[in-house]
Nanobody
Framework: QVQLVESGGGLVQAGGSLRLSCAAS????????MGWFRQAPGKEREFVASISGSGGNTYYADSVKGRFTISRDNAKNTVYLQMNSLKPEDTAVYYCAARRGSYYYTFPSDYDYWGQGTQVTVSS
């Protein structure tokens, strides 16, 4: 069983930056692929970024490529999402997700564990 707790959301102006963190419970964090997803009001949950257990492989949605960076610190059981050049369309609740596996995964159904979400609001 893995428990995930996100933090770092907030209100930021367009062009600004935020760093989200997701702290995971458990002793085998490096055995889990991690992902970030987001869901805006009235829209389906969408993939943002994913990282393999070792951190050696990452994958991004086209909409965030070049602006967002996913990383992890396995010693701290934490995954991060650095978000730069934020746009109003990035406004959403951001969720952290985990699943056992060594690669990266891009569909919500691929993941077994989810955090409670953290709100990110980007004003124009």
């Amino acid at each position: 069983q893995v428990q995930l707790v996100e933090s770092g959301g907030g209100l930021v102006q367009a062009g600004g930056s935020l760093r989200l963190s997701c702290a995971a419970s458990g002793r085998t964090f490096s055995g889990y692929a991690m992902g970030w997803f987001r869901q805006a009001p009235g829209k389906e949950r969408e993939f943002v970024a994913s990282i393999s257990g070792s951190g050696g492989n990452t994958y991004y949605a086209d909409s965030v490529k070049g602006r967002f960076t996913i990383s992890r610190d396995n010693a701290k059981n934490t995954v991060y999402l650095q978000m730069n050049s934020l746009k109003p369309e990035d406004t959403a609740v951001y969720y952290c997700a985990a699943r056992r596996g060594s690669y990266y995964y891009t569909f919500p159904s691929d993941y077994d564990y989810w955090g409670q979400g953290t709100q990110v609001t980007v004003s124009s």
